[in-house]
């Protein structure tokens, strides 16, 4: 258990370091850069650090639509991993914009099909759609509006 603390208290700074030497290498805005910030997010989230999240996750999201454009795959599967870590933080309402967000981008690909970009593994859309419905039990079982 101690042996796992300690590790956890290094990561962060070895994956700020690697953030550094990507920004450096590629640019403060290359999607190298947002697939380092993804994984800072999700090390963050497991630490409890929903600050630093959600600063992350937006950070990725907006060099994603910058590159690859609002429709990418990588922009919905990054706004799904915010809106759960949204989720998880008690953030209701927050989670499900972005869900439906994600859920909007889907329909609009999928009405669109020359566009090669969609979703087409449909795994973003079910995490998306099971969390909305857990979102969904929430509201109803405590009453939020």
């Not at 990418?72 to 499900?96: C, F, H, I, Q, W």
């Not at 449909?122 to 857990?134: D, E, F, P, V, Y």
Request: aromatic share 8%; hydrophobic share 30%.
């Amino acid at each position: 258990m101690i042996e796992r603390e300690r590790e956890k208290r290094f990561l962060e700074p070895l994956c700020k370091r690697a953030l550094e030497i990507r920004e450096k290498c590629f640019g403060k805005d290359h999607p190298d850069v947002g697939k380092q910030l993804n994984n800072l997010a999700l090390l963050c989230l497991n630490q409890g650090k929903y600050e630093r999240v959600e600063e992350y996750y937006k950070r990725a999201i907006e060099i994603y639509t910058t590159h690859y454009g609002i429709d990418d795959p990588t922009v919905a599967k990054t706004k799904n991993n915010l809106a759960s870590a949204y989720l998880r933080e008690g953030k209701y309402k927050l989670a499900a914009q972005l869900y439906q967000e994600v859920l909007s981008t889907e329909q609009t690909q999928t009405q669109n099909t020359t566009n090669s970009n969609s979703l087409h593994d449909g795994s973003t859309i079910a995490i998306t759609l099971k969390n909305l419905g857990r979102l969904s039990s929430l509201f109803s079982q405590f009453h939020f509006h």
